[in-house]
């Protein structure tokens, strides 16, 4: 990849954000196939179990390139691998990288543009999942693999017993949040959580937020904007009147919360079942999933808590091939197949969310037959995220400062902790040598 200029990898950076149209860096490296008599070879870096056993499927059908499937670790770990790796020129030809983590690898030149090998595959992806993958529609830097719309999941035998009814909007979430309290002052509708910062950005997501945006040569953080206040002032109110929990998620409290019915309902993501399978075995058959509720009656649209994509990065040397590989492993019915089955993923592909193994309903929801039916309605709607090339640094602060606000139990606590993790993300930016608005 030619040597570009911290302002210009910014830029580059926010169309791939869905911002202002600008014109992005293309990877200069690595388009040449292997021209002598062995096989290409290719080495794809994933943390996703049962990774491996999907390219023996690939292998076997393509002699002439072979993929070696190389187990990593995931999160913040991967991508610092990944980005020294590339700097030392000794990347991997595939990576598997999160949505948000793509900005900041980017940015680090570790990816190429694949936008001439993906020509076509669009459309096989919602929108709003493709736009997390692309720079303003014509450089392409991954393709979708996984991805986690949110739902609402809920004790369907105790919202019976309650006589709850399953909000639609978010002002009929918190009246069934202070209903259960009146009827059942031990029990509590839900937890806000703030040890997993992407609930938090999947709600903000769902209300509109852009957390990072490009104005002109200058980012612009809005992880304080309205639509993400509208968020934080609404879980800080519930949590300050005490109609919903304040203890964070995955642990053993929790666990035993969801698994007893002491806590009814749970704002999760296309994975839940997985999660709920492990956290409240007791409950097998007993819950439901419905849409997220909306800040506008009538509306539809969900945020995303969770996904990755496969990118080729700019150190490969077979770029073709290895991009070959990625269309395959995530629009080819037989890799999608395989990646439900061994992997246990939530594919991308929209094709494949309704068929195969996604077939019939989860184990744990044998009771809501439709559920994966349901689910990819669901996907459809997902709204655009905008991620920046100092995600990390967001999240880790959120989870400081809002786990501070959670103890505070107060509504101004949470515009405090919203502020914070702002200033730290810009602070942490401009540190790095990014322009940013005021």
Known sequence: MPHITRRGLATATAVLLGATALTACGSGSGGGEATGSGPVELTYWAWAPGMDKVAALWNAEHPDIRVTVQKQASGDDLVTKIITAAKAHEGPDLVQAEYQALPTLVSNDALADIAKETRGVEDKFAPGIWQQTTFGGEAVYALPQDS???????????????????????DEFAATARALKAKAPGKALTTFSANDSGLFAGLAQQAGARWWTFEGDTWKVGIDDPATRKVADFWGGLVAEGAIDNQPMYTPAWNKALNTGEQLAWVSAVWAPGTLTTAAPATKGKWAMAPLPQWTRGASATG???????AVTSDSKHKEAAAKFAVWLNTDPKALAALVKESGIYPAATAAQTSGALAEAPDFFTNQPDFYARAAEIAKTTAPA??????????????????????????????????SVRNTTVADLRKQGFEVAP
Do not use: C, H, I
Request: charged share 15%; no cysteine.
């Open 148 to 170: 986690g719309p949110m739902m609402f999941y809920y004790r369907a035998d105790l919202f019976r017993q309650y006589g709850l009814t399953v909000p639609t909007t978010w």
């Open 386 to 419: 905008a991620w920046g090339p100092n995600v990390n640094v967001a999240y880790t602060s959120f989870k400081d400062e809002f786990g501070k606000a959670a103890k505070a139990r107060t509504r101004a606590a949470f515009g405090t902790a919203l502020t």
């Open 304 to 310: 995303s808590w969770g996904g990755s994509s496969t």
